[in-house]
């Protein structure tokens, strides 16, 4: 009997007898008495551990002997099973094993040379025991191994029964790698190039751009087509898609590196990628995508797979289209589904903000001029948009509802106009959207894979400034004359002025004709001030949390840990203050806002999109605008969180 056979049986106990050995070497110049005691210890656990090692070798033996009385049929012993197996101890030590594991895995090399940890990444003695099967790879052969516990638990052993499915697995590996992709490719702002360039140049740049393309798929084994004007199509197997998910599709920073005669032209990519069980559910998923990246703001791929969306990109700060076709278009479109109901809810989001509430306000307005009762719905007591709730009602304005009240007259025949959001579980009310009949929304926010899918209108422009900027042009542009009462107006306006915070973010050439829009229609500015005034409490709770602020890579973290009146006004308030400080470029505030619910509120200047990083923990918003919650953490739990995010967000910049 070999002593690695030994010593593999119970490695603790020949490991403490070692130690005791170590100890009595030392002892003999230092301490006699230690020494002879020290190597007592020594003897007497070797022969306790010799003694153990014989007995489960013995018991192993046993085991075996009583395994063959139990097999039946032709097989009349263990030895002779058809498949490789093997015995091993807690310890993950071998035991025993047939002649076609030693033959098939062992390539006839001894075992004690091996533990059963050589055939597996990761071993745990409870966990396979607990597992009918597992599947591992040794050799470049592909196993899928069945377990047993095959001894009682004062000496528990377990046995294993490799079935070589390499065939079969490697098959199945083909079969998926070959799987096929449809990508569409769109050139975002291809309307742009062609009006600002001549011709010759126009034919160049896209010329530049379809030559970056056609290298970055080069030596990915793809058909790559060109179908329009800014528009390609590319079809290949699943083994190039992983490889282009792996580069994070570099194509969208090249592009919009891309220089045509030494100047920058802006040109961006929008990709949507879809996989399926077939070509035409591939085509239809890639279309899909496509939309989802677009409404994200561009510059940016959204890859459908394992029923799931993956983003890449949407770093660039598009710039926003002055068409006005779309606004006049979507306002005659919205009219003439509003005329076909008698009964309209208006909600935006929950803890409503000003841009909320303008653009609902806004649109009950719509209604009205056009001979349609609407009432909005909202959670005044939750509402961030007091003040202009209040400023409303003091200048005679009762069309706000409770959320109970709403849900009591919403039925089937109802049309919800949604604003401010796209998502359902953001709504104010999610029973009034399950129980109403026809949605059309509105909003500016870029948008999630989650997001409504079954809207008559869904009006969604994520370069917008605000959701007020977006219903300003649909009254300006309708068909129905509409002289805005000043206090509508202003609602709007303060509703711009809180999205763009001042005008500073966000803003387009169409921002600010939509601002010039309400001050002509008498959008007094003094009280939109007003609406944003904070009290001394605020100040000092915000000055607070800006004196606790740490920095993190080029961004500022604060947790305000202690409790302050309108919380989420003053930590956003906050974030944005923040952003004045030199060197940041992005802004995050952690905050409880309910006992077991922690809110983070994220800002930037542009540099940095905060968006991706709050979509990583759950949330959402814009590239300089967002924010999320977490439930059941601490704050130092969310901030570690947010760390996480950070740092994600940078790895794939």
Same mark, same amino acid.
């Given at each position: 009997m070999?002593?690695k056979?030994?010593?593999y049986?119970?490695p ?7 130690v005791f050995?170590?100890?009595g ?15 007592i210890g020594f003897?007497?656990i ?5 003694l153990?090692?014989?007995y489960s070798?013995?018991?192993t033996k046993k085991?075996?002997?009583?395994i063959?009385?139990?097999l ?7 030895d002779s ?6 015995v091993?101890?807690s310890?993950?030590?071998?035991v025993w094993?047939?002649?076609l594991f030693?033959s098939d895995?062992?390539s006839?090399r001894?075992?004690n040379?091996f533990?059963?940890t050589d055939?597996?990444k ?17 050799n ?11 001894h009682?638990?004062?000496n ?6 490799f079935l070589?499915d ?5 098959t199945?590996?083909?079969?998926l790698?070959?799987r096929p992709?449809?990508?569409?490719i ?10 600002k360039y001549?011709?010759?140049k126009f034919?160049?740049?896209t010329?530049?751009i ?6 970055w ?7 790559f ?15 190039s898609?992983d490889?282009l ?12 590196a891309?220089?045509y #005669?030494?100047?920058g032209?802006g040109? $961006? !990519?929008?990709?949507?990628?879809g %996989?399926?069980e077939?070509? &035409?559910?591939?085509?239809n998923?890639?279309?899909?995508a ?6 994200r703001?561009g ?18 700060n ?13 306002s ?7 005329k076909?109901?008698?009964k309209?809810?208006?909600?935006g ?7 909320s509430i303008?653009?609902?306000?806004g ?19 939750n509402s961030?948009a007091?003040?202009l709730i ?7 304005y ?8 709403a #849900?009591r007259v919403?039925?089937?025949? $109802? !049309?919800?106009?949604?604003v401010? %959001?796209?998502?359902?579980? &953001?709504?104010e009310?999610e029973k ?7 949605k059309?929304i509105?909003d500016?926010h870029r ?5 409504i899918?079954?809207?008559e ?12 900027e ?5 009254l300006?542009y309708?068909?129905t004359r ?15 002025v ?5 005008y500073?973010?966000?803003?387009s050439r169409?921002?600010?004709e ?7 229609s ?6 939109v ?7 001394q ?35 956003a308030k906050a974030?944005d ?9 992005a802004?995050?505030?952690?905050s ?8 983070i509120?994220?800002r930037?200047?542009?540099e ?9 923990l759950?949330g ?10 977490l439930?059941d ?6 901030l570690?969180?947010l760390?996480?995010?950070i740092?994600?967000y940078y790895?794939?910049k």
């Open positions: 070999k002593f056979s030994l010593l049986q119970n603790i106990g020949f490991l403490s007898a070692a050995l170590l100890v070497v030392g002892f003999v110049f230092i301490d006699r008495n230690g020494a002879i005691a020290s190597f003897a007497v070797l022969v306790l551990s010799v153990y090692s014989v070798i013995a018991s085991l075996v002997k009583q063959n009385k139990s039946r049929g032709d097989i009349k012993n263990i099973f058809p498949l490789p197996t093997v091993c101890n310890y993950g030590g071998i094993y047939n002649k030693l895995i062992l006839g001894e075992s040379d533990k059963i055939f597996f990761k071993f745990s003695f409870d966990d396979f025991s607990n597992e009918e099967s597992v599947c591992t790879e040794y470049d052969r592909f196993y899928t191994v069945f377990t047993t516990k095959v009682d638990k004062n528990p052993l377990l046995a294993m029964y070589d390499t065939y079969f697995k490697t199945e590996r083909e079969y790698l070959t992709y449809v990508m569409h769109l050139v975002d702002n291809i309307d742009e190039l062609y009006r001549s011709d010759s034919a160049l740049i010329s530049g379809e030559s970056i393309l056609e290298k798929l080069e030596n990915h084994n793809v058909i087509k060109k179908t329009a004007n800014g528009r390609f199509l590319v079809i290949g197997e699943k083994r898609l490889e998910c792996k580069e994070k599709f570099e194509v969208l920073n090249d592009v919009r891309y220089k #005669e030494n100047t032209i040109a $961006t !990519l929008s990709i949507g990628v %996989t399926g077939d070509v &035409l559910d591939c085509e998923q890639a279309k899909r496509l939309d989802l990246a677009l409404g703001g510059d940016q791929c959204a890859v459908y797979m394992n029923e799931s969306y993956t983003f890449f990109g949407g770093m660039a598009l710039s926003n289209n002055n068409s006005k076709v779309s606004p006049r278009q979507t005659a479109s919205i009219l003439s589904v509003i076909k109901h008698s309209v809810l208006i909600m989001h929950k803890f409503s903000d000003n841009d303008g653009a609902a306000v649109m009950e307005y719509f209604c009205r001029q056009n001979g349609i009762n609407a009432k909005i719905v909202v959670d005044e007591k961030l007091k003040p209040s400023y409303l009602e003091n200048n005679g009762d069309k706000f509802i409770d959320q109970d009240e #849900e919403c039925d089937s025949k $109802t !049309l919800v106009v949604i401010d %959001t796209h998502i359902v579980s &953001l709504l009310s009034v959207y399950n129980d109403s009949g026809t059309i509105i500016h948008r999630l894979a989650n997001h899918d079954d809207a209108i869904f009006y969604h422009l994520p370069l917008s400034s605000s959701a007020c977006m219903v300003a042009e649909l300006e309708s068909t509409m002289d805005l009462p000043p206090e509508i107006a202003t609602a709007l306006l303060s509703g711009i809180l999205d763009t915070k001042d500073v973010l966000k803003t169409r921002t600010f939509a601002a010039a829009y309400l001050k002509q008498g959008a007094n500015t003094v009280e001030k007003k609406l944003f005034a904070v009290n409490e605020q100040i000092n709770g915000e000055n607070e949390i800006i004196k606790n602020a740490l920095t993190y890579r080029d961004c500022i973290i604060s947790i305000a840990d202690k409790k302050i009146e309108n919380a989420r006004v003053v930590t974030a203050d923040m952003l004045n400080i030199s060197g940041v470029k802004s995050f505030v952690i409880n806002i309910k006992d077991n619910l922690v809110n509120s994220a930037s200047l542009g940095e999109n905060v968006q991706l990083i709050t979509e990583k759950g959402g918003g814009h590239s300089t605008m967002a924010a999320c919650q439930e953490v601490s704050l130092q739990e969310a570690e969180k760390k996480g995010a740092d994600e790895e794939e």
